[in-house]
């Protein structure tokens, strides 16, 4: 079985939304519908290995969290519906990604899923939302004091606490040239890290709600400078 084909096997048998089989394990009649967001589903789960790889998809938008959550809550749903097994759809999805994979041209293939699978992807799942300089300052410093807790001050925990650093001081510059004070940029920063903070506390998605792509955007170096 290809990696990616048996990725989202296991993905799909480890979800915790399918603890629970239904029916039997050879796949029914399924309605049109359920086969195109079982398509989808498969589609996400290779545009996401490659988002993850640093891969460029473009017609995409990230995946790794709303694709994610497509692919559970519509294999749930096709399990529930259809009476199938968890077994049994987890096959299905396999096959459809092994067929985008093996197709004659698999980017036309995949490509060709982007525009009603999206459009089904924003229907179901909500878009995230694109954070602000200071939300962004506040993603990026959680971010390294998670990797700097599990790795110490490795690479990538430096370069996300210079990144965090580069969005604070753009944030705090934004506040005091329109007139405000250091102190209540400084308040800004803290109240949007209070607020990931408690969002994630409460069980909400916390930075996981938010494009973090556009994080990177806003940290990119200025004209004539550098870090």
Known sequence: ???????????????????????????????????AELRCAAAFAIVAMEQARGQAMPGWPPLALRGKTFF???????MREAGLSREAVGALLTADVQALQTA????????????PCVTQLDATVPPLKVPDLGQCAAILDLAYAEVHAREGMSATARDLKTLAMVLADRQRKAITSTGGSS?????????ARAAIEADAAAGGAGANQYEIAHCYDLAKPEAKSHY
């Open 72 to 78: 559970a809550d519509t294999g749930a749903r096709v």
């Open 183 to 191: 102190a209540a940029a400084d308040m800004a920063l803290a109240q």
């Open 104 to 115: 004659p041209d698999p980017d036309a293939a995949l490509s060709a899923l982007a525009g």
């Open 1 to 35: 079985m290809h990696k990616l084909a048996l990725m989202t096997a296991l993905l799909f048998a480890a979800s915790p939304l399918m603890a629970q089989s239904y029916g039997p394990s050879a796949p029914t009649s399924l309605s049109q519908t359920q086969r």
